[in-house]
Structure formats: C-alpha cells, structure tokens
C-alpha cells in the first residue's frame, strides 16, 4: 500500500505541470496476513508467555528462602495468580469477539512483559503478589484471543495438529525459565540471579507486541469450516443477537448462554480443569520436591532444574505434537475422536504420575516423569480444538474465555493451595500431598473423556461415518 501518491487531479499533477521534482512517496508495509508468519508469531508468545509463567516455579525455591515462605505460602501464590488471570479472562474474551483479536493479544503481551519486568524489581511478597497479578491480567488477554485468531487462518481439518503445535511452545519456554534460571542463579548467585531473569524476558515481549499489532486479523482467503465434520452450532439468543451499544451486558450474557448450551463445552471444561487439578501442582511444587530434605533426591538447585527441565521438554513437546496427530488419526476413524485422544492421554498420565512420585530412583523418577508429562499434554491440543470446532466463529473468544474461567476456577484456582496446606500439615512433604490430589482426578479425567466422546460426536461430527 503506498501512501502520499497523488491523485490525477490533486498535487502530484500540479508538481509535473510546472516542472516541479514530485514529492517523494512513503510506503507502509500492509498487514502481516501470512499464515505461516502469524503461527510464528503466536508461538514465540506462548513460548514467551511460559518463560515468564515457570521463572517463578524455577525460582520458587529460592523464592522461598529469600521472603521466609512455607509450601502453603508458594501455592497462594500460585492459586491467587490464576484466580486473577481466570477472573480477567472472561470480560476480554467478550471484548475480544468484537474488536481486532491481534490487537487484543499485542495489548496483553504489551501488558505482561512490563509487569514481568516488575517482578523483577519487587522488594517483599506484596510487591511480588502485584506484580503477578499485572502478569495474569495480560495473559488473560492474551489467550482467548490468540486461539480465535488461529482458528480464522487454519482450516477445521488441520486444527488440531496447529493448535497441538501451538500448545508445544509452552513447553519451550517452560524448558527456558528452568535453563535461564539455573544458569543465571549459578553466575550471579540466587538473591540477583533470579530478578535479572525476570528483568530480561521483558523487552523481548515488548517487540512481539509491535509486530502482532500489526497482524491483520483474517487471512485474505479464510479457511473453509468444514469438509470432515457437519457442525451444526446453536443459534445466538435474541438478547446476543440484537444487542446494542447501550446494551452491552444483555449481549454478553447472551454469549454466555450461547457458549454454555454446548454439550462439547462442558465436556472440555472439566477435562482442562483436571490438566489444571494436576499440572499446575506438579510444577509448582516438583522443583521443591526435588530439593527438599523431605524427598528422596535431595538435589542441589542447578541439578534440580535440569532435571526438571529435561523431563519438560522431552514429555511435553512430544505429547503436544503426538496428541494433535492422535487426535487427528483417530478422528478420522472414530467418531469423536479428539475427545477419545485426551481420555487416552488421562488414562497414560495415571499410573506414570504415581510411579514419579512413589519412586525413589532418580533415573526411575526422569522416566516416569517424561512420560507422565508426555500423556498430560497429549489432551492439549485435541480440548483446544474440540472447543473451536463446536463453537460458532463469532463466538470462539468467547467460549475460551467461558472455558478459562470455569477450568481454572474448578481447577488450579484452588488446587496449588490445597496441595501447599496438606504439605505444610505434613512438614512440608509435597510429594505425598501432590499424589492425594492428583491420582483421583486423573481417573475421573479418564472416565470423563472416553464417556464424553458420545456427546462430542453426536455435538460436532452427527454425519461422518467411522473410516
């Protein structure tokens, strides 16, 4: 697009007739609209994003000893940060369904990476809480958006390996926050070393705001909706439909309702908040249990962290990517085969968590906990686009946003303080308490997915046929 060019009759003529020099053109790059170039972009945030999430897991211990905090101490922390990212999701979901969703996401990584910068500068746990707390406001932003954008460049049929792969750049950046931290706490010691990592994940951030401010949010041809599955999504309320600018509320309570009269909704809903139950427990605390005198390992910080890192990456890259082509596999030979791929990966999860945390073997430890990690991230990808497919286009930051705030308020909103409290109850054994809160829901997530995958064929794919 080139801006300053004259029309025939304006300025640009007059300069030529009188023998003039023309003034010079300026051009503006137009739009970024490349599908490629936006899942870039999306994936180096969600990278970013839980670089700057798991700094406070990898420094927790040192967390813990800088501010005198106990196990129930570090899982407010955690519970209180999602409680404030889940309760902000819900109103810029609504905002992002009616404004420019690339907008929304560079205004929230805009948001966090300033807020991260913050934590870094933090002098006492209030300090520290406020500055989560601006964290979890921008990520909330972030998400519901940045999922609805996606779905507007990558077709139905390929949605879940795109998102699969989306969901593996949380484990990236998860494996960066414990390698940035374990080498940064080495070199310049724990009480510096942990504030200069959360100073420097700032400016990176600021610049991925820049550049997704500038994508557009629709591709120029837009993804077909379906060629694989007959989705037939509910009609808006009248409220949602004919809503108008004074009457906001009516129409965001018509979305609501819309969003929560699918089946499928429900059905992610409480498979994510048992992800939420277990995962985010099991990282908060894992660093912990891994170093404390409490634990069978009783590993120094650096040991700690790349063992944590390890088990990270190599489970949770690889159960990202293999649930988005389980997902897709099966679904073209089961109905509801998506939601089928995150009952398996429940029902693998199970058994390799309770060896993790019931062995006393560090290499028995590393193996069960990639695996265990593994088949938690394997539903990733496969409840992210099991959402977008039941969920109308015009509704999909919406039901995300819907999505994020009951799984995280019947999941990790509460769950890091209950395992900190029966840890602390137990002279801090994190071990055991992360196994009484994990193993039962884990069997329920798996009962849940394989029941839940009738409701999801009848909801999302009535009319194709077993392969």
């Known amino acids: 697009m ?49 670089l700057d999430r798991l700094l406070v897991v990898a420094v927790g211990p040192t967390l813990k000893a800088d501010f ?19 309760l902000a999701a819900l109103p810029l979901g609504l905002i992002a369904d009616r404004v420019a969703r690339a907008r929304v996401v560079a205004v929230g990584v805009a948001v966090w990476s300033l807020a991260s910068i913050g934590t870094g500068l933090a002098r006492g746990f209030a300090g520290l809480f406020a500055m989560r707390a601006g964290v979890g406001i921008g990520e909330a932003s972030y998400y519901p958006a940045g999922t609805a954008l996606l779905s507007a460049y990558f077709p139905l049929e390929q949605r879940a390996r795109v998102m699969s792969r989306w969901q593996a750049g949380q484990l990236v950046g998860g494996a960066l926050a414990f390698a940035l931290s374990g080498v940064l706490l080495v070199t310049l010691g724990p009480s510096l070393g942990w504030r200069i990592a959360f100073l420097i994940t700032g400016p990176p951030g600021l610049l991925l705001a820049y550049l997704m401010w500038r994508v557009a949010d629709n591709p120029p041809h837009a993804p077909g909706e379906s060629s694989a599955y007959a989705r037939k999504p509910p009609a808006l309320t009248e409220a949602a439909a004919g809503a108008t600018a004074g009457d906001q509320a009516r129409e965001a309570l018509g979305r609501i309702r819309a969003v929560l009269s699918i089946r499928t909704v429900w059905l992610v809903i409480v498979l994510q908040a048992a992800i939420n139950i277990t995962a985010t427990p099991a990282i908060t605390f894992l660093p912990i249990y891994m170093r404390s005198s409490n634990g069978p390992f009783r590993l120094g910080m650096w040991q700690a962290n790349a063992v944590i890192g390890v ?19 099966l ?8 939601l089928l791929a995150a009952g398996v990966g429940f029902g693998l999860a199970l058994p390799c968590y309770a060896v993790m945390l019931l062995s006393a073997s560090l290499p028995l430890f590393v193996a069960a906990g990639t695996v265990a990690i593994l088949a938690l991230y394997i539903p990733a990808g496969p409840l992210t686009a099991s959402l977008q497919d039941a969920t109308p286009r015009a509704l999909r930051a919406t039901a995300v946003a819907v999505t994020l705030l009951l799984s995280h308020l019947l999941g990790d ?24 809160v994990g193993l039962p829901t884990l069997a329920v ?23």
Request: hydrophobic share 45%; aromatic share 8%; proline share 6%.
């Open 2 to 50: 080139v801006e300053g060019r004259a029309p025939s009759s304006g300025a640009g003529t007059d300069a030529s007739m009188t023998g003039q020099p023309a003034a010079p053109t300026r051009t503006r790059r137009g739009p970024i609209r490349s599908p490629a170039v936006v899942f870039g972009l999306m994936f180096a945030i969600n990278a970013l994003n839980y």
């Open 68 to 86: 005198h905090l106990r196990d129930r101490d570090i899982g407010l922390l955690a519970s209180a940060f999602v409680l404030i990212y889940t």
């Open 311 to 329: 088990v990270v990456v190599a489970g949770g890259v690889s159960g990202a990517i293999l649930g988005g082509y389980l997902a897709d596999w």
């Open 331 to 338: 679904g073209r030979r089961v109905r509801g085969g998506r």
């Open 413 to 436: 909103a509460w769950s890091p303080r209950v395992v900190g409290g029966i840890s602390s109850a137990m002279h801090e054994r994190s071990g055991t308490a992360l196994l009484i």
């Open 445 to 467: 997530a798996t009962l849940v997915g394989v029941l839940g995958v009738t409701f999801y064929a009848r909801e999302v794919a009535p009319e194709r046929p077993p392969a």
